[in-house]
């Protein structure tokens, strides 16, 4: 068992572990969206501090759904490496995930960025880093962190930012963009966003969850995030009952509201166009 106390392993987010806690059930079943050994060793190995998750009210529905998108963005990053087998990709806000074993082809050059005590616990929990895979200890908002893997350029950069930007102001999540696009410029960027609606709804049922974190930020459309700027380019987007999944099939019924309301959808955005190497 990993030699960490309770106090450390609160540091990470709530988010983050309870994540860890669905993807560990979900690796599970034989019919899994998400196999994730290093969450289920984890959680195996520290039941006690994780029992608290299983006690959470979460629909199946809803949890099916965290696993959709978790295989989404590591779908999104499969594709990118098919087309830049030695990019860079940079996972902001990784908490407990072990993306990199899952996508790893071999080449890719990876950061697993998160805040420093995250960082520190990641290191403690799954090891330190290796040839290809770093760990970086920075706040997102902080520019230190690009300084650093911009040492890779001019290759293909691919930024990844799950269940991140809708925890940050609207002007901090602008300025973070822009400023990728300028300092990577034909870049990729892919992040999850809600509608202002559901930041009214979900902050207002805050009170009644366990799960008690204010969502700060949201969007309607993918083309608001083409008007910060120049060379912004909406690339694709998608959402949970844009295809057809057998687990969802009991609340499909909600898609036409879901295409009103707009949840949550993942957005792909290109940053401005590659220099000519």
């Known amino acids: 068992m990993p030699d960490t106390s309770h106090q450390e392993l609160s540091a990470a987010s709530e988010t983050s572990l309870m994540a860890v806690y669905i993807r560990a059930m979900e690796s599970q079943r034989p019919d899994a969206l998400v196999k994730d050994e290093k969450a289920f060793a984890l959680v195996s190995q520290m039941s006690n501090e994780f029992a608290r998750f299983g006690k959470i009210p979460m629909s199946d529905a809803i949890k099916v759904m965290r696993n959709l998108s978790t295989r989404e963005y590591d779908r999104y990053v499969q594709d990118f490496l098919m087309r830049y087998p030695d990019g860079v990709v940079v996972h902001i806000g990784c908490g407990l995930d072990a993306r990199f074993d899952r996508v790893d082809n071999g080449q890719v050059e990876w950061y697993d960025l998160d805040l ?11 090891g330190d880093e290796g040839d290809r895979h770093h760990l ?3 706040s997102v908002l902080e520019e230190a962190w690009m300084v650093v893997v911009s040492a890779h350029r001019p290759r293909p950069f691919l930024f990844l930012a799950e269940v991140v930007f809708e925890y940050i102001e609207g002007a901090q999540v602008k300025s973070l963009v822009l400023m990728l696009r300028d300092r990577f410029p034909g870049s990729e960027l892919i992040f999850d966003a809600c509608s202002p609606l559901h930041v009214r709804v979900a902050n207002r049922q ?13 969007i309607w459309h993918g083309e608001d995030i083409e008007k910060w700027g120049d060379g912004i380019k909406l690339l694709d987007e998608w959402g949970f009952f844009d295809p057809p999944e057998p687990r969802l099939a009991r609340i499909r019924w909600l898609r036409p509201i879901e295409s009103l309301i ?8 290109q940053l401005g166009k590659r220099a000519a190497s």
């Open 116 to 126: 420093p005590e995250v960082i520190e616990l990641r290191r403690k929990l799954y």
């Open 206 to 218: 805050k009170s009644s969850s366990k799960l008690n974190v204010n969502i700060r930020w949201g």
């Open 262 to 269: 707009r949840t949550v959808r993942i957005y792909h955005f």
């Open 136 to 138: 970086l200890g920075y």
